[in-house]
């Protein structure tokens, strides 16, 4: 079992680690933004895209828990607080 502060300092370093390799988060939610829009045929803003995500791992813990579900969900949760900053 992990304490949660070792969850969440995995959980940034996660996230630190994922940006160095894929770059800005933003251009990468705008752009699923966008696509999630045309599929669903609403506009979905980038904030919602993440927080779709934090769902998905959500379900996925629902099945079994893995703590790839919680850290990764814990991670799209920070990107959806961020992109909603950026919305206002």
């Given at each position: 079992?992990?304490?949660?502060?070792?969850?969440?300092?995995?959980?940034?370093?996660?996230?630190?680690?994922?940006?160095?390799k894929?770059?800005?988060?933003?251009?990468?939610?705008?752009?699923?933004?966008?696509?999630?829009?045309?599929?669903?045929g609403?506009?979905?803003?980038?904030?919602?895209?993440?927080?779709?995500?934090?769902?998905?791992?959500?379900?996925?813990?629902?099945?079994?828990?893995?703590?790839?579900?919680?850290?990764?969900?814990?991670?799209?949760?920070?990107?959806?607080?961020?992109?909603?900053?950026?919305?206002?």
């Amino acid at each position: 079992m992990s304490a949660p502060q070792d969850l969440a300092k995995e959980a940034a370093q996660t996230m630190k680690d994922r940006g160095k390799k894929l770059g800005p988060y933003q251009p990468l939610y705008k752009e699923l933004a966008i696509r999630w829009s045309l599929v669903v045929g609403v506009e979905v803003t980038p904030a919602q895209t993440a927080r779709m995500l934090v769902e998905m791992k959500l379900a996925r813990w629902n099945a079994g828990y893995d703590k790839d579900h919680a850290v990764d969900g814990a991670n799209y949760s920070f990107l959806a607080a961020a992109l909603e900053g950026e919305s206002e």
